[in-house]
């Protein structure tokens, strides 16, 4: 079983930045890849950016071009730089992980964070 830890999130005012951190615990050599998919109230959960360990990364068209998902592969930390933010983007950010190398990289696996609020006041 793989444990996510999710953080940085908070209040802040449109255009300005944040970045959250994911920290894997458990079984952290079977990760594949990890990634942060957000979700507000009355919305479905999407897919924000998702990272595997080569780097290979993919981003939704929303937040392309603003967002930066990095990882750290010896400390199993993945990161999400938010700039440019947007009252829009406000929502619960959750991270995510997978331990299976066959699933496309954007679709989520089974471990879950228990998510960090991102609020962006316009």
């Known amino acids: 079983q793989v444990?996510?830890?999710d953080s940085g999130g908070g209040l802040?005012?449109?255009g300005e930045s944040l970045r959250l951190s994911c920290t894997a615990s458990g079984r952290t050599f079977s990760i594949a890849a990890m990634g942060w998919y957000r979700q507000a109230p009355g919305k479905q959960r999407e897919l924000v950016a998702a990272i595997n360990r080569r780097?290979?990364?993919v981003y939704a068209d929303s937040v392309q071009g603003r967002?930066?998902?990095s990882i750290d592969n010896s400390k199993n930390i993945v990161y999400l730089q938010m700039n440019s933010l947007k009252p829009e983007d406000t929502a619960d950010y959750i991270c995510n992980t997978d331990t299976n190398?066959?699933?496309p990289?954007?679709?989520s696996g089974p471990y879950w964070g228990r998510g960090t609020q991102v609020t962006v006041s316009s």
């Open 3 to 5: 444990t996510l830890e």
């Open 12 to 14: 802040v005012q449109a």
């Open 55 to 57: 780097g290979e990364t």
């Open 67 to 69: 967002f930066t998902i």
């Open 101 to 103: 190398p066959l699933r």
């Open 105 to 107: 990289l954007g679709v």
